[in-house]
């Protein structure tokens, strides 16, 4: 397998299952106040098949008239999007090695056909702080590479309570997720799988 890009840490199972369950109400809550939206491509308005939505002072969005980029509000309610939750920030504090808390918090909702082609995160400002991943639900196949789109890649698999973090060069590799394994956890209500991450948008 090709080596992991330096500065990547996978710290599997590092949320026990209370933990996952608390976290999993949460991010519910989060979902109420500020649903999922279908994102679209920049440019062609190709849907994504991966639904989200955003916690924190900034969120994560792209359409097909602005594409990528970081606001305060919600697409499609106009409203602000929630704080990020308690645990999250000591999450940050605990794994980050960065002295100031994040300022958004993506949250990624795959169904049992989505999943994201490779790409690199690009659209922050601040690229010396990490980037934490928190899965929650079923499995996926993760794959990440090198800074250049041709690089060799590695795979993964992340389970429920596994955490990323994605620091130093990893901060700017391509990476994805091929597929996900419907029916591996029982922690979500129904199938599918959350992914949250943790940035620092401004420099
Ligand atoms: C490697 N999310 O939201 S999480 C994304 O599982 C994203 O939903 C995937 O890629 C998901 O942009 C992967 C792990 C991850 C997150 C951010 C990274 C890996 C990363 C940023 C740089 C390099
Ligand atoms: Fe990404």
């Given at each position: 397998?090709?080596?992991?890009?330096?500065?990547?840490?996978?710290?599997?199972?590092?949320?026990?299952?209370?933990?996952?369950?608390?976290?999993?109400?949460?991010?519910?809550?989060?979902?109420?106040?500020?649903?999922?939206?279908?994102?679209?491509?920049?440019?062609t308005g190709k849907p994504m098949s991966v639904r989200m939505?955003?916690?924190?002072?900034?969120?994560?969005?792209?359409?097909k008239e602005h594409g990528y980029r970081y606001q305060e509000?919600?697409?499609?309610?106009?409203?602000?999007?929630?704080?990020?939750?308690?645990?999250?920030?000591?999450?940050?504090?605990?794994?980050?090695?960065?002295?100031?808390?994040?300022?958004?918090?993506?949250?990624?909702?795959?169904?049992?056909?989505?999943?994201?082609?490779?790409?690199?995160?690009?659209?922050?400002?601040?690229?010396?702080?990490?980037?934490?991943?928190?899965?929650?639900?079923?499995?996926?196949?993760?794959?990440?590479?090198?800074?250049?789109?041709?690089?060799?890649?590695?795979?993964?698999?992340?389970?429920?309570?596994?955490?990323?973090?994605?620091?130093?060069?990893?901060?700017?590799?391509?990476?994805?997720?091929?597929?996900?394994?419907?029916?591996?956890?029982?922690?979500?209500?129904?199938?599918?799988?959350?992914?949250?991450?943790?940035?620092?948008?401004?420099?």
């Open positions: 397998m090709p080596v992991l890009p330096q500065g990547f840490r996978h710290l599997p199972d590092l949320l026990d299952r209370d933990a996952q369950h608390v976290l999993a109400e949460e991010v519910r809550a989060v979902v109420r106040a500020s649903p999922l939206y279908v994102p679209a491509m920049p440019g939505t955003n916690c924190g002072q900034l969120g994560w969005v792209t359409d509000t919600h697409p499609v309610t106009g409203a602000p999007w929630p704080p990020i939750p308690d645990r999250l920030l000591d999450l940050w504090r605990a794994v980050a090695d960065y002295p100031d808390p994040p300022q958004a918090c993506l949250v990624n909702f795959y169904s049992a056909g989505a999943r994201m082609g490779l790409h690199q995160d690009r659209d922050e400002q601040e690229f010396s702080a990490p980037v934490v991943s928190v899965s929650l639900g079923d499995d996926c196949l993760f794959r990440i590479g090198g800074t250049r789109r041709g690089d060799p890649t590695a795979s993964l698999r992340l389970r429920s309570g596994d955490v990323v973090v994605l620091g130093g060069e990893s901060r700017i590799a391509f990476h994805g997720v091929d597929r996900i394994y419907p029916g591996t956890s029982t922690l979500l209500k129904g199938e599918g799988r959350i992914n949250l991450t943790l940035r620092r948008v401004t420099g």
